[in-house]
């Protein structure tokens, strides 16, 4: 690493073509993230090929553009409909769209956007000063730490239950159960398909997801509207969060890029995991954490921040190591390969230019997406002003559309709609959807890497516990479990005498 | 009114599309052709597939636009292809797994239910340890799991995959016993490899590739009669005395009954994008062998792929959760 590869870099992408390339894929991105069930893997996997006839420098700007781009505007539909536009965004629906039915969507924009580019900027800085000790990190990772990552992760359910801790942690089993449909990771037998080879990999995360937060809402809302004319529009928010709002965001924000960049950097882990962590991260640690999924400045600003960060930890990996650390990172390594670059720890001594200029290219990525953002925040958030009932129908639209494209598959089209039924079943009952959607992520991760790991030690349990992450991993979940308990038993202890009086 | 006659417009719309889709105008091909991918965007099948469409366009005149179909080791797009009318507008990705999944038991289809179009490629197993390990042959791994039996851990792509059916075809072989380790895809089990979580893994030679070469990972042998083009250092199994190994491919497919007519198109614009200079640079950088199999020696060599695995699937996988 020199500063003439440094300076070769950054002439590589200020050239005036590669810069118009960026600004294309950035923008392509945008599109790409904002339609709920076009995610950003799909963007920069269409894409790939395409780049086949383009330079190296300007197809990695294109793809890097995409990757950038679509993650910040899957916040888009998260605050506006409730739908996460990719699955990164789905914590961001939790204090996005309660601040938009507020009347604060362009302030939730604004932080989605200001927090989106801190993540980014925060996780290209720790890829541009330690890219090795992360992707090492990464590495350690074999199936008995992603195990236990998933033990956290469902450790969270209560605290993403909003208050309703027992519906929550029976829709997190159901989102468990939901999850063992398809074939049984380790035999390959069928489980819960009833002969259907549409079935046989499983419930369609993103359609369940579109289901459950867009059209459940929409069921909802439709169900609650009374006859009449409906609510007058709200008025337009500002953007810019205040200064207060700054200061109180500032901590969140830093915890989610540091999450985000760790839990991204480790393979098979993407955003989606990584915002829900620091979210829950972010209302423990809060002054506020009762505001947290009622419209917590806060809380969004974790979220975005994290699932942004992620795609810096995941690069990270990837340039790193030559392994993948995230989905849309395994399709840019294919990339590469095409144009005959090989990710992995020789990127770095003998293409170091390289490795500059998709450090620049991201941190140009990243600058665009913001001003996009922020200029589009107004006219967007006055999407909100257009008639409910065309909204919702907009929405069933977008919803049907986006399952569809997901894999040209109708079922999962029925799934949407079945996840759409129960979305409506959960808020009729009060039951939170936050702990089904994380059983629904975790629970193949679990499944398969306990057993995996037993594999590993020959069916021996305590062998897992001798691995220093996955003490570290349990630990956490047993904390996060017992810290509300905790909570709740200082609470009473110290109120009592005041009770009595 | 306005909202009868925009239905009317609509209806009148959908008629006129549905009718163009069955009755083709004019000299084949007239209208774009659809070839439906079996994975998800991003994927060796995928990439071959849109880079071949792209250079197919300009002698078709037409445009072939590309779908991902994925699902069930691509059982689904395989019955949604052979299910379409023999138009010629809808062919098909059509990798080994058009011989695999009948056995496997994914979906009652295979290549005899379909027009075969050509074979372009061709990726063989190879068989992968930490360069930093203490195996350097072939046969150094063999004596170490002779001497251990049931111990060491080979990582592959998933039960049932291409590469799970070549490590078992190895300890079948070499009279070896190994305990195999599903992950979900290559990439991950190389990770897992890579991290020191296994001790081996079997997977293609362009998925290894990039990892030997960087030298965190050594290739022990090619399963194959022959050494691969793109490992011409690491030995093929027969020169140690060993006959294994089934390779993993890729071609193109489309619903029995193709008009003479339109199937000479289809494979004459294969056959020149296959020969660009482009598709071959891509196939010497993913680490795949371009080889191209005309429709008759295609259909021979699917169908014997087809008797080979479904007699050797159910023998292999016989053993249970393995």
């Known amino acids: 690493m020199t500063g003439s590869e440094i300076a070769a870099g950054l002439a590589a992408v200020l050239a005036w073509d590669v810069l118009l390339f960026l600004l294309a894929g950035t923008l392509l991105g945008a599109v790409f993230g904002a339609l709920p069930g076009l995610t950003a893997t799909m963007g920069v996997a269409i894409l790939t090929p395409l780049t086949f006839w383009v330079s190296t420098e300007q197809g990695l700007a294109m793809l890097i553009g995409i990757y950038c781009g679509a993650i910040p505007a899957g916040g888009i539909p998260a605050v506006l409909i409730n739908i996460p536009g990719t699955p990164a965004s789905i914590a961001a629906t939790w204090d996005g769209y309660a601040l938009a039915r507020r009347g604060r969507a362009g302030l939730a924009l604004g932080i989605n956007s200001l927090f989106a580019f801190l993540g980014q900027f ?4 720790f890829l541009a000063l330690a890219a090795f000790p992360i992707a090492s990190f990464g590495l350690r990772f074999g199936p008995a730490e992603y195990f236990a990552l998933a033990v956290f992760g469902i450790s969270l359910m209560a605290g993403v239950s909003g208050g309703r801790i027992i519906p929550g942690l029976l829709a997190g089993m159901l ?60 008025p337009l928010s500002r953007i810019w969060p205040g200064w207060s709002e700054l200061r109180r965001m500032a901590a969140p924000g830093l915890l989610g890029s540091a999450t985000g960049t760790l839990v991204g ?59 993948p650390g995230d989905a849309p990172s395994a ?58 009932p065309w909204l919702w129908a907009g ?30 079943v959960c808020r009729r009952a009060r039951v939170p959807v936050g702990p089904l959607v994380l059983g629904l992520i975790l629970g193949p991760m679990m499944e398969a890497n306990l057993r995996r790991a037993l594999i590993l030690s020959r069916g021996d349990w305590s062998a897992l516990l001798a691995r220093p992450l996955v003490v570290a991993l349990l630990a956490a979940a047993v904390a996060s479990l017992a810290w509300p308990v905790w909570k709740a038993w200082r609470a009473r202890t110290h109120s009592e005498p005041s009770a009595r009086a | 009114m306005r909202r009868s006659a925009a239905l009317v417009l609509t209806l009148a719309a959908a008629l006129t599309h549905t009718s163009a889709c069955g009755r083709p105008t004019g000299p084949y091909p007239s209208r774009e052709i659809k070839l439906v991918i079996q994975s998800t965007p991003g994927g ?9 469409a792209a250079l197919m366009e300009p002698e ?40 695999m999944v009948k056995a496997l038991g994914y979906a009652n289809v295979g290549p005899e239910d379909m027009d075969l179009l050509c074979l372009v490629t061709k990726t063989k197993p190879v068989l992968a340890v930490r360069a930093a390990g203490p195996w350097r042959r072939l046969e150094d791994f063999l004596q170490a799991a002779r001497a251990r039996p049931g111990y060491y851990i080979v990582a592959n792509s998933g039960t049932g995959s291409i590469w799970h059916i070549n490590a078992l075809l190895l300890e079948r072989e070499t009279g070896i016993r190994l305990v195999h ?79 003479p007519e339109a199937r000479a198109k289809l494979v004459a614009a294969f056959r020149n994008a296959f020969a660009s200079p482009r598709f071959q640079a891509l196939c010497q950088e993913r680490g795949m062998e371009a080889i191209f199999l005309e429709p008759e020696p295609f259909r021979e060599f699917a169908l014997a792929q087809a008797a080979f695995f479904r007699k050797a699937i159910p023998e292999l996988l016989a053993g249970g959760a393995r």
């Open chain 1, 265 to 323: 950097a480790i393979p098979a882990a993407g955003g989606d995991i990584a915002s829900v962590i620091a979210w829950e991260q972010a209302r423990r640690v809060s002054r506020r954490p009762e505001e947290f999924g009622e419209g917590s400045v806060e809380g969004l600003a974790a979220s975005a921040s994290a699932a942004n960060a992620a795609i810096g930890g995941a690069m990270t990996t990837m340039l790193t190591l030559g392994i």
């Open chain 1, 122 to 125: 925060a996780s290209i800085l």
């Open chain 1, 175 to 234: 989102g468990l159960a939901l999850a063992t449909v398809g074939l049984d990771p380790m035999t390959a037998y069928p489980r819960f398909t009833f002969g259907s080879a549409e079935l046989l990999d499983g419930l369609a995360f993103v359609p369940a997801m579109i289901g459950l937060f867009g059209l459940g809402e929409v069921l909802a809302r439709m169900m609650e509207r009374t006859a009449g004319p409906g609510l007058a529009p709200p």
């Open chain 2, 44 to 52: 060796l099948s995928d990439t071959v597939s849109r880079v071949l």
């Open chain 2, 181 to 259: 380790c599903p992950f979900s895809g290559s990439s991950a089990a190389l990770t897992a490899l890579l991290g020191g979580h296994v001790d081996a893994a079997v997977a293609g030679t362009g998925e290894v590739g990039p990892h030997a070469k960087a030298g965190t990972l050594r290739a022990l042998a090619v399963f194959d009669e022959s050494r691969s083009p793109l490992f011409p250092d690491t030995p093929a199994v027969a020169e140690a005395g060993y006959r294994l190994g089934v390779s993993a491919w890729g071609g193109f497919y489309g619903p029995k009954g193709l008009a």
């Open chain 1, 395 to 424: 929405v069933i639209v977008l919803g049907v559309v986006g399952s569809y494209a997901l894999n040209n598959s109708l079922v999962d089209v029925w799934v949407m709609f079945g996840a759409g039924l129960l979305g409506l």
């Open chain 2, 60 to 99: 078709l005149g037409v445009p072939v636009v590309c779908e991902n179909r994925p699902g069930a080791a691509g059982a689904l797009a395989f019955s949604y292809v052979t299910r379409q009318a023999p138009t010629g507008y809808l062919i098909g990705h059509g990798p080994v797994e058009i011989a």
């Open chain 1, 331 to 388: 399709v840019l390594i294919g990339a590469l390969l095409i144009h005959g670059v090989q990710p992995g720890p020789l990127l770095f001594r003998d293409h170091g230019a390289l490795v500059y200029s998709i450090i620049f290219s991201m941190l140009l990525a990243a600058l665009l997406i913001l001003a996009l953002g922020l200029a589009g925040a107004r006219p967007l958030a006055r999407a909100l002003r257009i008639p409910e």
